[in-house]
Each structure stands twice: as structure tokens, then as C-alpha cells.
């Protein structure tokens, strides 16, 4: 048998572009002669599709768009996913399915057993738990279909009481095919690589596993999709952070295209000393920057927006922050204003333009001091003689904040956020100054990880000038403000703050780490009481396994560690 | 045997706090000879403690709650809500459990078997369910002791294939207690005593249901605990919004309080015609208004925060903002600011100062006219002459919007966002701008809503001004602007908001109910465009059963009805 795994970008609730893609995709599988054609998890309405799943018209053009695709299946077994209604009155009213087509038929419907409530997902939200298994019979073949989670329910801890594989077994079958929306993390690929793997060992089967690719408001799907012989070889995987297609025919032998799996740090044994060399491990921000392209070029692609905006204060996170969306949106696409007010050393501005210059972008110098001091002056009968405090910091950001907003309203631009990982972490960030924006695309990456990424944009020539890689990070809110007067080292701060965010540890666990207790309690403090702050922040391209938004749920009004 | 039902309002995360709130109330309960305290779900923590709970030292805090609140069960039994690990290797870590201590041991744990994970609510992001049930026995009597949900699986399409209260019965229990953390919202409190009565008939069992009260950041839990006879008599009430207790003998004879359910349309039965006269009643704004207030305070107290600061523009939203804001935190602390501009009519500062004058809080005009002019003057070289548009608009409001957070920073105040939900769901509003605000209060209000909250805030005596409540909306951005010159009435509009987000009707259900298919369209378009507006919007004091922000989510970039 020949199976085409078709890896493709959707586009969530638009079902004429993702039907359109489907079917394409049909047509080229018929033309390399394929017999089977699989496309990803939920690719008929694109995931995730949140609470759209909640609107009975909603469901009806998930299920128009299977029998329009369905009337493309003669001659062809079709696998796509969809939402499927639960006919038993009891428990949820949907399934998370992937739907079997063939010759112009429902050949089968299987449901996902394992539904992710961590993290970004909330199918437990949406979906019942299948509670029978039965494998797919087709051209002599017997399918052992599985979709996303259901193959990563394996090991000692497991997070479900149900492994749908275990049940399949009983039924003797050929081959796995399992059909995913796995997103992209800098910890994620080689898991997954590592669970198809797994999954083949345990069940001396060979595996097909689809997955989806494409950037989804802040979740950036890799792609990467993969096929396994029964002995643990991976013997074909196509292209990461793209589109693509291959046919593989189940009979031939093939040689593995990589022997090994990569050799990695599994992050959760990681010591203290091995943090940030692990946070800016070469690999690591290889595949950061492509995801984080991905994800630019696909918010504004599927927002239907061309252009962006984007102040450049000639520091390392706009520098970092311009560079990538000029490659992702096209120089001539992104414009970049320098907004110096009277705190701004005389190399920010002289920096941000070499680096326009360099990238060939439309560059501006706005000044902000008339507007700042028109605030004053209106605040004047208010703060009187009252001292210099975050108060006027914060006007100074807004004021730019307001100035790009309106220059992105006027001309249809959409604002680039510049914010990082540490600063949003902190609170060291003015809420609707340099938090406002439409995207973030630093908003996951520690600063550690944002100047291992400015290296590795220069790793051919140096487009980022040096001047902005060596200078002491400022905000410039204040005569020689240094962010190292308000928070620890970069390197210090990001690896408390990596313990704490992504490895969920308590401050006893931190200091037990040999940090300094006093400083590991202000920083806790710092993170817990800017949940108000990081609310209303703008989506954050997530390329880690815990980023702030929808895959961090905290309270705002609460009281611990605070 | 006397129970003492113990409705109080927790802090999450601070566990000294509650501790505290328990043991007082355990001491008050021994005092008045109870033989058990029976406390509301989470009790220990506080609900809903979200992502804390993956924190391990979060989770010991718990248990460090549970073994000193159990030093001072001596005699008395005391039933609290907390996580409790779960020691299958199978399944999530976790259950959302009631403790049951008596004479300083751990006498029962029992977990929760319906864990709620639509709107607000995200449990089986964290509890495994119940697999196994069992009734404690106390002081010879055998109890059925349930958590919140658990007792709303009942009709004919019940969301769980569980029902933990009927495996209960067959171990013959004399008597139902159920612990909740049961959020208010206009629907609502009606519905839980229909299921408390419910669950009575159908067991012939008495219920003592003990409610948690307080609001956590949006979330308003309101209290209103109950005791109903085995017949459906409901013979206790506790206060709603507020703290209360009340010890009850289960051997008395009580008369019932009031013979008969409140009678109530069914708002899922609504015809067009009947929503706006539903959203409007009388009891449904008396009720949202305590809710608000309750909202408001816990925001302030909770955060640490005493004084509020907001933009009050003669409108109705700031108007009703602003009295309900007095009236919660005290009219002295309620700093209210005319922001004029030049196209602000004569009346707006009028009708704001002489509501302030009634209020007798704190006012300032401070006209915007010159940031504003300064704002164009920057943006003078690259706007030219082109025509004025939303750009310009929006550069008012976010003047203003700085000009408030610039004295919020500078005096230690929140601001107040004064936004409806009828704005909010169309994008009627300037991020930065007007949708500024550290708590929105209106913003699960339609503009009707607004309307009948001002007219009950009047019920006694005038305090929003009559000029206020009759003139046509305007964001008096620029030359006689009228919210109608963008929007289509609210009366109209409000039905189609309610229709679509409430009910989740999709454009043709609205259409076959005999409102203009394209009106239908441009709404729909309107709310689903405006996705990333709200995604940047502070917490709303939740109201209505379906509130903009944790409890919908929806997908930014998508392409649905959009």
C-alpha cells in the first residue's frame, strides 16, 4: 500500500481555503498513486478551534466540509479530522475524530481516547473520551489509527487511565498511523521523535505519523511528520516549519535516514549551571528563529495584514525583534521608528538606524519629547513639585506607545511587540507603552535566549551591529538607568525565572539550588504580582513549554508568594 | 446531630488568611454546640487556584492548612475543601477532594467526581475523577458527601457518565452535604436551588449545601447556601454576597422558608422579543448590582488597593462606573476625571460635575486638548493632510487613557474601565484608550443592561442625573458623533450580542428569528474581528453565564463568520 502523508498550514474556521487545501492534497496523493492519503489532526476546521466548537453552525460546516471532500475519495482512502458528534446522551456532545473516506463513503470513524487538559490544551473542554477501539481494515491492511495524544500516553506516570494502543493490539494490526496537531517547543521535537519511537519498540509496528504545520494566533505547529519501520528506524520525515508531501509504499524496505535519535539534555534533569547554556544551546535557537518566522509570517498572513510597525530604541529586543520580521514580512514591509525623548543616549538612535540601514527598511526618527512634555504640563496642577517616579517612566512609554498605535491605525500596520521573555516575567515592562502591540514575538525567550538569537542572525554576516550587542540593556526612562538597577543579572535572573516558569519549582526548591534567598523571594514576588500586567499583553509567538498566555493560567487576585 | 454551615470569603493562595477565616469558624461552630463545620469547596486555597496547583510547594502549603486547621477539630467534625494527591500511578496527580477531620485525625477523604470543564472552569486540567464512592460515617449517622458539580448531573443528557450520588445511595445514606465553590451569574442562583430541590426529590434525602461567597478577580461566587428538607422545602437560607452562618439541628422539624421555587423563564426558551425585557428585569439587576459591588470591593481589598481613579465623560457607563464604584469602596475614594476635548459637547463636563456634586467624591477636569494637539503636531510629517479618521480618534481616547494611568502610577489608584459589553463585543472602543483599566465593571453589561442599572441606582432618589440618562450615546470623538452612526440601536443590537455570544446561535438561527441577514453578518463580523481587542482586555466582573474573557475562548486568527 502507498500513503501519502500530507502536511499542510489550515487556517482555523476558514473551511473553503482548508477544504481547498485537502483536496488538493487528494489530488496529488491519486497522482503519485497513492491508495491512502492522511492529513492532520482537526484538518477540516484547523486547530485549535477553541470555543467555535460550541456553535451547532460551526459543527454543520465541519461536517458539510467532509462530504464535499468525501465526494473526492473515489478510488482513494482519505484520512482527515474532524469533530464528530457523540451519539450516547451521556458525556460530552463531541468526539475529537478522524475521519476514514473512501470511494465515497464514511468508511470509519475513530475517536481520540486521550484529550490534553495541560498546558495550551483544553480538549477536555470540548470532547469525550472514546471507550472502544477497533482497527481500520483496508486494501488488506489492518490500521491501527490513533490521533495526537493517543500515542503519548506511555511510561510508568501515565497522565490517562485509558492507552488506546494497548487496546488495539488485541486486534493484530499491520501498521500506526497517528494523525497530530503537535505544537513546536525548543523541547518538543525530539520528544516527539522519541515517542513515535517508543511507540514502534513497544508494539513491533511501523508507524505514519502526520502532523500539522503552521502558526495558529500563538502556537506555531512544526510539522516534521515522520514515518518509523517496526524497529525503531526512522526511515522518512519531512520538512520542519514548512508544507510538504511525501509518498511512502508500506512494502518497500527502506534504509534509515538517521540512525540515532539526536542526542539531547532532557531539560528536567538539567543542573543549575546547565540552564542557560541549555536556554541558548545553538540547536535550541536554530529552530526558535524558524518558528518564530513561521509565526510572524502567519499571524499576519491569515490577520490579512501586509505591513508592520515597530519602535527600534536601539537595544538588542527591537534590534532582534526587526530583524526577524524583516526576513519574515520583507524589509520593505516593516517600518521602524526611533522615538528618543531626553533620556535616550545619543547612540540609541545613531544604532537603530545603522541597523534600517543594514536591513534596507523604512526607518523614522519620531521624537517623543514635545508630546512627554505636553503630558507634564497637563499634569502639572496634579503632581506639582512632586519627585521624578515611574509615573513620568511610564508616560514616556506610552506616549510611544500612542505615537506608533496611531501611525499603525493610519496606515493599516500592524504593531509589533518588542517585550521579552525576562522583562514580561517581572513586570519590568509599562502596560500600553512598550507592552502595547498586536503580536509578540520576543515575548517567550528569555533575554539570555534574545542575544544568542541576535548571534545567530549574525552567524554569516553581522546585521545586527555590534554597538547594540555589547551595550548595558536600558530601558532609558531616566538619566543612566541600567535594567541592572532594578533586577539581577540577565544570566541570574533568567535561570531563577526558568525554574520557576517552566520547571514549576518553589522557592524552597530554588534556594535548595544554592540561589540567594532573599533574591529568589523578590523575584517570585515580582513574577506573581504582574499576572495583572502580563493579562492584558498581546499574543506571544510560544516557542517554549510555558509561555505566558493561553498555556499559563493564574490568578490575578491571589496571594501567594506575594 | 447540629451542623454549622460556614459560607466565608477565602483569599487564594493565602493560607495563613484562611486558616485563620476556618479556625474562627470552627470555634464559632463549637461555641454554638455544632457537632460538624462544614466549609465550601477549595476552602483551604481558595477557588479557583488554577495553575497553581502545579507547584509542589503550593500543594504542601495546602496540606500544611489541612494539619493545622485539624489540631483544632478536638470534638467537633470539620469538613474543608482542598487538592488531595492522587496515589494511583494512573490518571492525573490529583482530586479535588473534602477532607473530613474529626478530633484531630483525617477521618474521610472524599474526591470529586464531575469536574466542571466548560466556560470559567478548568478542572480536569488538574483533578483526576472519583472512580470509587463512599458515604462517612458521623455521630451514627451516614453521609453523603458530594463536591459542587456532582450534584448537577442530572436529565437526560447528562455531560458525565458518572453519577456519584447515585452509587451513594446504595450504601443507604441519611443524609446529602455538598461543598461548592458555585459562581454567581444572573442565571445561575435559581438554577442551583432548581438542582439542590432536584437532587432532594429524586433521593428523598435532605441537602446541606454550603456555598463559598467573595469574588476572585472576575469570578463572583455568591454565597447563598442552603439546607432543603427531604420533601423539597428548602428550611435554610444563608445570605447571598455576603458572609454568613448558621448551625442547623437535623432532628428539628423546620418549616420551610419559602414553599415554592422562585418561578422563573427558563432563559434558554426565550423568544427574540423576550430577551431584552429578560436581560433588564428587575430581580436580574438587583441581583447583578450586588454582584458588582461585591466584584469591586474583593478587587480592591484582595489587590491591596483602597482608591479607584476613572474617566468620567457625562456618559452612562462612567456615570453608573462611578456610583457603583462610590458606593463599594466609599465616595472618598473614588477619584472621577473630566478629560474634555474639542469635540466633547457643553453638557458632558456639566453632567459629570454635577454627578460627582451628588456622589460627593472627588472630581478633576483636566482637558486633553493640548496632548492631543501635540500628538498631531508629531505626527504632523507623516500624516499631512491626510483625512481625519479612527486614527485621530483613537489618539483622544488614549490620551486620555495615559492621563489617567499617569495619575493611577503616580497616587496609588486602579483605574476603573468603564466599557460595556455591547462595545467590547463589537470593538467599539480604543485599546489603550477607553479599554484601559486595571477591572472592568460594566463589561459584561449590554448597553441595555447599563441603562436598567442606572434606573435601579435611582430607584431611591436621583443620583445619576436625568440628563445623563437621556442623551443619545456618543464617544465624542469627533463632530456630533453618535454611537447609532456605527452601530445599529442597542435594543436591536443588544438581542443579536446576546443571541450569538450567550446562546451561541450561529447566523442562521438569528436570521430564521426574523432579524436582517446582514445585519446578522456585520455583527457577527464585528464581534469575531474584534477577538484580538479583548484578548488585551482587563478581568470583567463576571455577570452573565457567558462572560468575555476566561470563560470564552476563542481563536484570534481565524476566518469564521469574519
Given at each position: 500500500?502507498?500513503i501519502?502523508?500530507?502536511?499542510?498550514?489550515?487556517?482555523i474556521?476558514?473551511?473553503e481555503?482548508?477544504?481547498?487545501k485537502i483536496i488538493?492534497?487528494i489530488?496529488?496523493?491519486k497522482?503519485?498513486?497513492?491508495d491512502?492519503a492522511?492529513?492532520?489532526e482537526?484538518?477540516?476546521?484547523?486547530y485549535?478551534p477553541r470555543?467555535?466548537?460550541e456553535?451547532?453552525?460551526?459543527?454543520k460546516r465541519c461536517?458539510?466540509?467532509?462530504?464535499e471532500?468525501k465526494?473526492h475519495?473515489?478510488?482513494?482512502?482519505?484520512i482527515?479530522?474532524?469533530?464528530?458528534?457523540?451519539?450516547?446522551?451521556?458525556?460530552?456532545?463531541?468526539?475529537n475524530?478522524a475521519?476514514?473516506?473512501?470511494?465515497?463513503?464514511?468508511?470509519?470513524?475513530?475517536?481520540k481516547t486521550?484529550?490534553?487538559?495541560?498546558?495550551?490544551?483544553d480538549e477536555?473542554?470540548?470532547?469525550?473520551?472514546?471507550?472502544?477501539?477497533q482497527?481500520?481494515?483496508?486494501?488488506g491492511?489492518?490500521?491501527a489509527?490513533?490521533?495526537c495524544?493517543?500515542?503519548?500516553?506511555?511510561?510508568?506516570?501515565?497522565?490517562y487511565?485509558?492507552?488506546p494502543?494497548d487496546h488495539?493490539?488485541?486486534q493484530?494490526?499491520d501498521?500506526?498511523?497517528n494523525?497530530?496537531?503537535?505544537?513546536f517547543?525548543?523541547?518538543?521535537?525530539?520528544?516527539r521523535?522519541?515517542?513515535?519511537?517508543?511507540n514502534?519498540?513497544k508494539?513491533?509496528?511501523?508507524?505514519?505519523y502526520c502532523?500539522a504545520?503552521?502558526?495558529?494566533t500563538e502556537?506555531v505547529f512544526?510539522g516534521?511528520?515522520?514515518?518509523y519501520?517496526?524497529?525503531?528506524?526512522?526511515?522518512?520525515?519531512l520538512k520542519v516549519?514548512?508544507?510538504?508531501f511525501q509518498?511512502?509504499d508500506?512494502?518497500?524496505?527502506?534504509r534509515?535516514?538517521?540512525?540515532?535519535?539526536?542526542?539531547f539534555?532532557s531539560a528536567?534533569?538539567?543542573?543549575?549551571?546547565?540552564i542557560?547554556?541549555y536556554?541558548t544551546?545553538r540547536n535550541?535557537?536554530?529552530?526558535i528563529?524558524d518558528?518564530?518566522?513561521?509565526?510572524?509570517?502567519?499571524?499576519?498572513?491569515?490577520?490579512?495584514f501586509?505591513?508592520?510597525?515597530?519602535?527600534s530604541?536601539?537595544?538588542i529586543?527591537?534590534?532582534?525583534?526587526l530583524?526577524?520580521a524583516c526576513?519574515?514580512?520583507?524589509?520593505?514591509?516593516v517600518r521602524?521608528?526611533?522615538l528618543p525623548?531626553?533620556y535616550?543616549s545619543?547612540?540609541?538612535v545613531?544604532?537603530?538606524e545603522?541597523?534600517?540601514k543594514?536591513l534596507?527598511?523604512p526607518?523614522?526618527?519620531?521624537?517623543?519629547?514635545?508630546?512627554f512634555?505636553?503630558f507634564?504640563?497637563?499634569l502639572?496642577?496634579?503632581f506639582n513639585?512632586?519627585?521624578?517616579s515611574?509615573?513620568?517612566e511610564?508616560i514616556?512609554?506610552?506616549?510611544?506607545?500612542?505615537?506608533?498605535?496611531?501611525m499603525?491605525?493610519?496606515?493599516?500596520?500592524?504593531?509589533?511587540?518588542?517585550?521579552?521573555?525576562?522583562?514580561?516575567?517581572?513586570g519590568?515592562?509599562t502596560?500600553?507603552?512598550d507592552?502595547a502591540?498586536?503580536?509578540?514575538?520576543?515575548?517567550?525567550?528569555?533575554?539570555?535566549?534574545?542575544y544568542?538569537?541576535a548571534?545567530?542572525?549574525n552567524?554569516?554576516?553581522?546585521?545586527i551591529p555590534a554597538?547594540?550587542?555589547?551595550k548595558?540593556?536600558?530601558?532609558?526612562?531616566?538619566?543612566?538607568q541600567?535594567?541592572?538597577?532594578s533586577?539581577?543579572?540577565?544570566?541570574?535572573?533568567d535561570?531563577?525565572?526558568?525554574?520557576y516558569?517552566?520547571r514549576r519549582?518553589?522557592?524552597?526548591?530554588?534556594v535548595?539550588?544554592?540561589?540567594?534567598?532573599?533574591l529568589?523571594?523578590?523575584?517570585?514576588?515580582?513574577?506573581?504580582?504582574?499576572?495583572?500586567?502580563?493579562?492584558?499583553?498581546?499574543?506571544?509567538?510560544?516557542?517554549s513549554?510555558?509561555?505566558?498566555?493561553?498555556?499559563?493560567?493564574?490568578?490575578?487576585?491571589?496571594?501567594?508568594?506575594s
Amino acid at each position: 500500500m502507498k500513503i501519502a502523508l500530507v502536511q499542510q498550514n489550515y487556517h482555523i474556521g476558514n473551511f473553503e481555503y482548508n477544504s481547498g487545501k485537502i483536496i488538493e492534497g487528494i489530488r496529488q496523493a491519486k497522482e503519485g498513486g497513492a491508495d491512502l492519503a492522511v492529513f492532520s489532526e482537526m484538518s477540516v476546521c484547523g486547530y485549535p478551534p477553541r470555543d467555535f466548537l460550541e456553535f451547532e453552525d460551526f459543527l454543520k460546516r465541519c461536517y458539510a466540509s467532509i462530504e464535499e471532500i468525501k465526494s473526492h475519495s473515489a478510488g482513494i482512502g482519505v484520512i482527515i479530522g474532524s469533530p464528530a458528534p457523540n451519539k450516547d446522551p451521556r458525556g460530552k456532545d463531541l468526539f475529537n475524530a478522524a475521519w476514514f473516506l473512501y470511494d465515497q463513503e464514511i468508511k470509519a470513524v475513530v475517536y481520540k481516547t486521550c484529550l490534553p487538559a495541560y498546558d495550551i490544551f483544553d480538549e477536555y473542554r470540548y470532547f469525550e473520551t472514546a471507550a472502544s477501539w477497533q482497527v481500520v481494515e483496508f486494501q488488506g491492511k489492518r490500521i491501527a489509527l490513533t490521533i495526537c495524544e493517543d500515542i503519548w500516553n506511555l511510561g510508568n506516570n501515565p497522565l490517562y487511565k485509558e492507552c488506546p494502543m494497548d487496546h488495539l493490539m488485541h486486534q493484530h494490526p499491520d501498521l500506526m498511523i497517528n494523525i497530530s496537531a503537535s505544537p513546536f517547543d525548543y523541547d518538543h521535537e525530539e520528544d516527539r521523535r522519541a515517542v513515535v519511537r517508543q511507540n514502534v519498540l513497544k508494539y513491533k509496528l511501523p508507524m505514519y505519523y502526520c502532523n500539522a504545520v503552521g502558526s495558529q494566533t500563538e502556537i506555531v505547529f512544526d510539522g516534521g511528520s515522520v514515518v518509523y519501520d517496526a524497529y525503531g528506524n526512522c526511515t522518512h520525515h519531512l520538512k520542519v516549519f514548512e508544507e510538504d508531501f511525501q509518498i511512502i509504499d508500506t512494502e518497500t524496505k527502506y534504509r534509515p535516514v538517521n540512525k540515532h535519535l539526536p542526542v539531547f539534555t532532557s531539560a528536567s534533569v538539567l543542573t543549575p549551571d546547565q540552564i542557560i547554556p541549555y536556554l541558548t544551546r545553538r540547536n535550541n535557537i536554530r529552530e526558535i528563529h524558524d518558528a518564530l518566522l513561521l509565526g510572524i509570517r502567519d499571524y499576519f498572513g491569515k490577520m490579512g495584514f501586509q505591513k508592520a510597525i515597530l519602535g527600534s530604541s536601539g537595544g538588542i529586543d527591537s534590534a532582534v525583534t526587526l530583524a526577524l520580521a524583516c526576513r519574515a514580512l520583507g524589509s520593505e514591509h516593516v517600518r521602524a521608528v526611533a522615538l528618543p525623548s531626553g533620556y535616550s543616549s545619543s547612540h540609541s538612535v545613531e544604532d537603530a538606524e545603522a541597523l534600517s540601514k543594514k536591513l534596507n527598511n523604512p526607518f523614522d526618527i519620531l521624537p517623543i519629547q514635545p508630546v512627554f512634555d505636553s503630558f507634564l504640563s497637563a499634569l502639572k496642577p496634579y503632581f506639582n513639585d512632586m519627585p521624578f517616579s515611574v509615573a513620568e517612566e511610564n508616560i514616556q512609554s506610552r506616549s510611544r506607545g500612542n505615537l506608533l498605535m496611531a501611525m499603525a491605525n493610519k496606515f493599516g500596520y500592524i504593531l509589533l511587540n518588542t517585550s521579552n521573555k525576562s522583562e514580561l516575567s517581572t513586570g519590568y515592562g509599562t502596560l500600553y507603552g512598550d507592552m502595547a502591540g498586536g503580536l509578540s514575538v520576543l515575548g517567550d525567550l528569555y533575554k539570555m535566549q534574545v542575544y544568542a538569537l541576535a548571534h545567530y542572525i549574525n552567524r554569516d554576516e553581522e546585521i545586527i551591529p555590534a554597538s547594540i550587542l555589547n551595550k548595558p540593556p536600558s530601558a532609558e526612562l531616566r538619566p543612566d538607568q541600567k535594567d541592572s538597577d532594578s533586577l539581577p543579572e540577565y544570566d541570574l535572573l533568567d535561570k531563577i525565572l526558568y525554574l520557576y516558569i517552566e520547571r514549576r519549582k518553589g522557592p524552597r526548591e530554588i534556594v535548595a539550588m544554592g540561589v540567594d534567598e532573599a533574591l529568589v523571594a523578590r523575584v517570585l514576588k515580582l513574577v506573581n504580582t504582574s499576572e495583572y500586567k502580563r493579562n492584558q499583553f498581546c499574543p506571544i509567538i510560544r516557542v517554549s513549554s510555558k509561555a505566558f498566555g493561553v498555556g499559563r493560567r493564574m490568578p490575578i487576585v491571589g496571594k501567594y508568594l506575594s
